[in-house]
């Protein structure tokens, strides 16, 4: 399995970015997918999931403002993040999560905000 992460990328405070997440190498529609963050002084914080059958769900931090949706015609996870905060500054990780329960991870996409 690999997964492709993009869309990151310098934007003020305030404004919008959509991360996307291409997923090869297993049947897409089965996995939940999420995305994680980078946190100080937190190994992983984790951001949004959104399962196999499209039930959502945000870290309070993100909620109302980030929203996770996917395309399994396109084997793509998104992440659009609006009304973007200096403190939103951070490596982001999109994560494969199989039935099974194994995981998956693709490499970060930087998301820099500037007050």
């Known amino acids: 399995v690999q997964l492709q992460a993009s869309g990151g990328g310098l934007v003020q405070a305030g404004g919008s970015l959509r991360l996307s997440c291409a997923a090869s190498?297993?049947?897409?529609?089965?996995?939940?997918m999420a995305w994680y963050r980078q946190a100080r002084g937190i190994q992983c914080e984790w951001v949004a999931t959104i399962t196999s059958g499209g039930i959502t769900n945000y870290a309070d931090s993100v909620k109302g403002r980030f929203t996770i949706s996917r395309d399994n015609a396109k084997n793509t996870v998104y992440l659009q993040m609006n009304s973007l905060k200096p403190e939103d500054t951070t490596v982001y990780y999109c994560q494969l999560v199989r039935p099974g329960g194994m995981t998956y991870w693709g490499k970060g996409t930087l998301v820099t905000v500037s007050s």
């Open positions: 190498g297993s049947i897409f529609s089965i996995n939940d």
